[in-house]
């Protein structure tokens, strides 16, 4: 009788060790966050992209104005502390490495999605601290909702407890839009400067 707690606890340690076996064998299923590494945007025919109506300082800005030119459009803000500057950036070096023939049939776009604070020339400058060639424009939010909407990007407004009051978190993409005002590609926040630049090129030939 008195082998019987001794035999319970033997079986009890042999259950145990076989059941820690399994649960470190076995994969836990993947979050969506660890799926997802990059922004996924699903492109229906004849719905995604198109054109759209902001404004530049004041005047009104359409995609369309920009026909026979190759259109690289980035969503952010000029108050964005690190995300924005670095695409900004990267996007700047990649035209950089374009021909002034090449350089001539590029329109890089920059859409505020912060109109609030990015009125007047404040977007404009920011922009062009990057690039020359690079345009701020921005619009209600009604008109920058629909904008970002065409474009499955998105953005929210988070509080901070910063001077600025809050914080905008968006999507980090580059979106390449064709000569005809088509839709041709997305290219990642982790793009460099030589993926910006043959991107371009492949659409220019």
């Known amino acids: 009788m008195k082998k019987t707690p001794i ?6 340690f042999v259950v145990g060790i076989i059941t820690a076996q399994y649960l ?16 996924r945007v699903p492109v229906v025919a004849g719905t995604f992209g198109g054109d759209f109506t902001l404004t530049q300082q004041g005047k009104p800005v359409k995609l369309s104005d920009f ?17 924005c500057p670095t695409s900004l950036a990267i996007i700047s070096a990649g035209l950089k490495t374009l021909t002034a023939e090449e350089l001539a049939q590029v329109q890089p776009i920059f859409i505020s999605v912060d109109p609030e604070r990015d009125g007047g020339d404040t ?12 345009i701020g424009i921005t619009g209600t939010a009604a ?7 065409q474009y499955g990007a998105f953005y929210a407004k988070v509080p901070s407890k910063s001077a ?19 839709f ?18 492949q659409e220019l030939q």
């Open 184 to 201: 041709v590609t997305i290219l990642p926040h982790n793009m460099t400067p030589a993926t910006v630049a043959e991107s371009i090129r």
């Open 7 to 12: 035999l319970i606890a033997l079986f009890a």
């Open 24 to 39: 470190l064998s076995a994969k836990p299923s993947p979050s969506p966050a660890s799926v997802q590494t990059g922004t």
């Open 123 to 134: 977007l404009m400058n920011y922009a062009q601290h990057f690039h020359p060639n690079l």
């Open 164 to 182: 600025m009051g809050y914080l905008v978190d968006h999507t980090s993409n580059t979106y390449l839009i064709s000569k005809a005002g088509k």
């Open 67 to 83: 026909q026979d030119k190759v259109v690289m459009v980035y969503f952010g803000y000029s108050s964005c502390p690190d995300i």
């Open 143 to 149: 008109e920058v909702q629909q904008a970002t909407r």
